[in-house]
């Protein structure tokens, strides 16, 4: 397995604020890939994080509400900018186990923004 | 398009009782499938995957999973359930061919009556 370490863990923040979420991996990888889990709901994929590359964001996402950093192979940021009530969900990093595009990805704790 | 269908949002069964979690899936691609399992406020964690080669996959915790390619099925089952498999249940198609995403069904609360 891997040890993912996302900081913070949790945040309260006020409504039009951001804040920059960290994913710190304790091995190299070359694919990291942030989700969002609003409250109650499933996994939803943001967008893939490969180092040396713009980050590919999914349908629904833009690059300008959630900026991505991945400065090297161990380390990426994920903000949520001009956050509203609807941000309010758990954020993920996560990175493939094995195979790069067939393994299991394993998952870090999240962090659980709540915004008022 | 390519996805992931999890039958029933929430399953209930009595201690001891047969688990059985649907999961169908679309895919352009050979599939590769995994189910992860997530505790009350805990992160996720990987039960069983089926990659290639045997289509029975046994995972932790006494779970497994059968990938039916005729069906595009890969329900995931336990012969006796304990108190402490409470959780939601969520299955994942891993599409090589789109840049490795993992997409995740609906999930699927089970609760387990004592």
């Known amino acids: 397995s891997a040890v993912i370490s996302q900081k913070p863990s949790r945040d309260i923040c006020q409504r039009g604020t951001s804040l920059t979420i960290q994913c710190q991996v304790d091995?190299?990888?070359?694919?990291m890939f942030w989700y969002r889990q609003q409250p109650g709901q499933s996994l939803t994929l943001i967008a893939t994080a490969n180092q040396g590359s713009e980050a590919t964001y999914e349908s629904g996402f833009v690059i300008d509400k959630f900026p991505i950093s991945r400065p090297n192979l161990t380390f990426s940021t994920l903000t949520v900018s001009n956050m509203s009530p609807e941000d309010s969900s758990i954020y993920l990093c996560?990175?493939?186990?094995?195979?790069?595009?067939?393994?299991?990805?394993?998952f870090g704790e999240g962090s659980r923004l709540t915004v008022l | 398009a390519q996805s992931v269908t999890q039958l029933g949002s929430h399953v209930s069964v009595s201690e001891g009782a047969l688990v059985l979690l649907r999961c169908n899936y679309s895919s352009s691609v050979p599939p590769y499938l995994f189910w992860y399992v997530q505790y009350p406020n805990q992160g996720l964690q990987l039960l069983l995957k089926?990659?290639?080669?045997?289509?029975l996959v046994k995972g932790i915790n006494g779970f497994e999973a059968e990938f039916k390619k005729s069906e595009t099925s890969f329900h995931l089952t336990k012969p006796s359930a304990h108190m402490s498999d409470a959780a939601e249940y969520f299955c994942a198609v891993r599409l090589y061919n789109q840049g490795g995403k993992l997409i995740f069904g609906q999930g699927t609360e089970l609760s387990v009556k004592p």
């Open positions: 089926y990659t290639t080669g045997a289509t």
């Open positions: 091995s190299q990888v070359t694919m």
């Open positions: 996560s990175v493939p186990l094995g195979d790069s595009l067939t393994g299991e990805l394993f």
